[in-house]
């Protein structure tokens, strides 16, 4: 079973930057496509971004593209997801997700694995 711990959460001004990170343990990390999902207090978990296994493909929700990026390190188990121009509506608990095959998926119920969350709070 594959372990997903988040780091990189905190604290930030509207306006500024944040890097989440996301160590993946096993032996196929390749394999596996992998999405960031957030949840904000009073609401439903959203998707934010995927990228696929070994091609690299990558897809944004509306409301982050063009700010956020998300990228991979297959050689090191790691997923990132960079967000730039933070806005209070960014706060939420952010979790790295991570799907049994290589195609991405922005249903957060075609994902297997699941990350334990990590508070992300943009104040204005």
């Known amino acids: 079973q594959v372990q997903l711990v988040e780091s990189g959460g905190g604290l930030v001004q509207a306006g500024g930057s944040l890097r989440l990170s996301c160590a993946a343990s096993?032996?196929?990390?390749?394999?596996?496509?992998m999405g960031w999902f957030r949840q904000a207090p009073g609401k439903e978990r959203e998707f934010v971004a995927a990228?696929?296994?070994?091609?690299?493909?990558?897809y944004y929700a509306d409301s982050v593209k063009g700010r956020f990026t998300i990228s991979r390190d297959n050689a090191k188990n790691t997923a990132s997801l960079q967000m730039n121009n933070l806005r209070p509506e960014d706060t939420a608990v952010y979790y790295c997700?991570?799907?049994?095959?290589?195609?991405?998926?922005?249903?957060?119920?075609?994902?297997?694995?699941w990350g334990q969350g990590t508070q992300v709070t943009v104040s204005s």
């Open positions: 997700a991570a799907r049994q095959v290589p195609s991405i998926r922005r249903v957060e119920e075609e994902y297997d694995y």
């Open positions: 096993g032996r196929t990390f390749s394999s596996y496509a």
């Open positions: 990228i696929s296994g070994r091609d690299f493909y990558t």
